[in-house]
């Protein structure tokens, strides 16, 4: 691989997260710094960019990406500090392989409270919603499970958690009172998985409450 062509689309990798982040930092989901992205380079060895720690995604630019490699060291020397969770992101490209080609994590309310309430269940169970086919399943009536992981503080552990509950069939896993992780064999399809679930979500939320509230139409008087 000539140094170009290395440079090119590494260039090109940071341009397409620059792009996402930008488009979620603009609906509030990345609030306080939080959440992280990345897009794999290769699979053997696994080498991938990601943003750099502590970034605030809204004004993101391509000299807060950095390329690692499956142990979250970079590839070259650089004052950029990978992503806290870099970890994740590597296990999600070596537990799904080809289907992960990008990982964006995302922090919102409605993740925080969904991931919240089904806690006990350790999932949330999704049914006969439109939006299910933006997961890329097309199935009548389609129900989905999406994992959800313990918010352990060790980063280690919080990955290998997050790796045991992979559903290839659902891309994406929640960690409690924390954020989803998700995944798409490119930016535009995880992009379009994260605008999935957060609907679903959101939708799921103000059902229950909606429910809890007497489940009643108010009434004209
Ligand atoms: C202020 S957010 C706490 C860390 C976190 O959950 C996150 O997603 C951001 O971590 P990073 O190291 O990628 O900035
Ligand atoms: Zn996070």
Do not use: C
């Not at 930008?22 to 897009?39: D, E, H, I, R, Y």
């Not at 995604?57 to 060291?73: A, M, Q, R, W």
């Not at 969904?114 to 806690?119: D, L, P, R």
């Not at 959800?148 to 997050?162: G, K, M, S, T, W």
């Amino acid at each position: 691989m000539s140094q170009t062509y290395l440079q090119e689309e590494r260039y090109r990798i940071a341009e397409q997260l620059v792009a996402v982040s930008q488009n979620f930092a603009s609906k509030g989901w990345f609030p306080a710094t939080s959440g992280n992205l990345s897009v794999k380079f290769s699979q053997e060895p696994l080498t991938f960019g990601v943003t750099a720690s502590g970034r605030d995604k809204e004004n993101l630019t391509i000299h807060d990406i950095l390329f690692v490699d499956g142990d979250s060291k970079a590839l070259e020397p650089t004052q950029l500090k990978p992503s806290a969770e870099t970890l994740i992101h590597a296990e999600v490209y070596k537990r799904i392989g080809a289907e992960a080609g990008s990982v964006l994590h995302v922090h919102t309310i409605y993740n925080n409270l969904i991931s919240e309430i089904f806690a006990d269940q350790q999932s949330v169970v999704i049914s006969d919603m439109e939006l299910i086919k933006g997961l890329n399943i097309w199935e009548e009536g389609a129900t989905i499970e999406v994992p959800i992981v313990e918010n352990f503080a060790d980063i280690p552990r919080l990955a290998e958690e997050v790796g045991k509950r992979l559903d290839p069939r659902v891309p994406g896993v929640l960690i409690r009172k924390h954020g989803i992780y998700a995944w798409g064999d490119s930016v535009a399809s995880v992009k379009r998985h994260v605008q999935a679930f957060e609907f679903m979500f959101e939708y799921l939320f103000k059902y229950l409450q909606f429910q809890g509230s007497a489940g009643k139409v108010p009434t004209v008087v």
